[in-house]
């Protein structure tokens, strides 16, 4: 169980720096040479795209088995979409992980625009 938990922190620790570090480092970058409102845009944007990930890959949980036949011809083997080991962690993703780098996301597009309305 404890290897399931550290495997599953480190999945969380690596998406979440992947989906929120690496457009808070855009952001920054864009808000330094070009503004806050372009700045803006891509969090909205960042935010979007986690959302169709977080969508498209529930979808896809959803299609239906894939039914193979067995090498005798008497029984059939079904296969499950993300149901195998590695399904844990997309079902992490879709329901922890997906909505907290939305949520933050959308936190730090929200401290640019609150950032762009102080100034103004």
């Not at 803006?40 to 088995?65: E, M, Q, S």
């Not at 993300?82 to 959308?106: S, T």
Request: charge should be neutral; aromatic fraction near 14%.
């Amino acid at each position: 169980m404890r290897d399931v938990l550290l495997a599953l922190a480190a999945t969380a620790a690596m998406e979440l720096a992947v989906l929120v570090g690496l457009p808070a480092l855009l952001m920054w970058i864009v808000n330094r040479f070009l503004g806050r409102k372009p700045a803006i845009a891509i969090g909205f944007i960042a935010a979007a795209f986690v959302l169709y990930l977080i969508i498209d890959t529930y979808w896809a949980c959803k299609a239906p088995p894939i039914f193979l036949p067995s090498p005798d011809g008497e029984s059939e083997a079904a296969t499950f979409p993300c149901d195998a080991p590695a399904g844990a962690f997309i079902y992490f993703f879709i329901w922890i992980i997906g909505p907290i780098a939305v949520a933050l996301l959308l936190a730090l597009t929200l401290f640019h625009y609150l950032k762009l309305r102080r100034y103004q």
